[in-house]
T-cell receptor, first 116, second 113 residues
Framework: GAGVSQSPSNKVTEKGKDVELRCDPI?????LYWYRQSLGQGLEFLIY????????KSGLPSDRFSAERTGGSVSTLTIQRTQQEDSAVYLC??????????????FGPGTRLTVL | GNSVTQMEGPVTLSEEAFLTINCTYT??????LFWYVQYPGEGLQLLLK?????DKGSNKGFEATYRKETTSFHLEKGSVQVSDSAVYFC????????????FGTGTRLTVIP
């Protein structure tokens, strides 16, 4: 079946602009995660959605970052007033649900963001 | 807190060599442990997992054993192939709350013929 998809695959923007990154999780997966993969920082957790519950935003690096998940499916990560240090690959993952013994997360191909 | 420390790369091996990539962790409670692999041009894929002490995860000839006493989850393969060239990430999650994964920094493996 279809895996996690993300768009765009690449995004180049100028410093100070806003960007939106999209994630389509696997159908039926109630848990959705955003991570960031950057040089020197490895893979960092950003935000987590579980069904219709309030998201866990504990990993967001600043208030310029926000995310929403509409209808419990598609998610959009928004970065406002982008900075050069936001340049990274943004990964989305989904899983059947959280809180179970084995939480296999399935990852999308990522969006490579470059801030000039 | 939760953290994962894994062997710095890059690692270069000849085909059929033995592979070990070290991984140790710090965590509260009893986390689940994972190895993810990222092949060139592809997304992260789960390679293997273990959910409790002394469990051994295995897949595609790779193995890792959950060692609570040494807080380790080292990845091993007896005979690597060129197709194993990839970046390998050790990770844990706590099975509570967000269940987000905590990753190591990744180890790039290159296998030469």
């Amino acid at each position: 079946g279809a895996g996690v998809s993300q768009s765009p695959s690449n995004k180049v923007t100028e410093k100070g602009k806003d960007v939106e990154l999209r994630c389509d999780p696997i159908s039926g997966h109630t848990a959705l995660y955003w991570y960031r993969q950057s040089l020197g920082q490895g893979l960092e957790f950003l935000i987590y959605f579980q069904g219709n519950s309030a998201p866990d935003k504990s990993g967001l690096p600043s208030d310029r970052f926000s995310a929403e998940r509409t209808g419990g499916s598609v998610s959009t990560l928004t970065i406002q007033r982008t900075q050069q240090e936001d340049s990274a690959v943004y990964l989305c993952a989904s899983s059947l649900e959280a809180g179970v013994a084995i939480n296999e997360q399935f990852f999308g191909p990522g969006t490579r963001l470059t801030v000039l | 807190g939760n953290s994962v420390t894994q062997m710095e790369g890059p690692v270069t091996l000849s085909e059929e060599a033995f592979l070990t990539i070290n991984c140790t962790y710090t965590a509260t409670g009893y986390p689940s442990l994972f190895w993810y692999v990222q092949y060139p041009g592809e997304g992260l894929q789960l390679l293997l997992k273990a959910t409790k002490a002394d469990d051994k995860g295995s897949n595609k000839g790779f193995e890792a054993t959950y060692r609570k006493e040494t807080t380790s989850f080292h990845l091993e393969k007896g005979s690597v192939q060129v197709s194993d060239s990839a970046v390998y990430f050790c990770a844990l999650n706590q099975r509570t709350g967000a269940n987000n994964l905590f990753f190591g920094t990744g180890t790039r493996l290159t296998v030469i013929p």
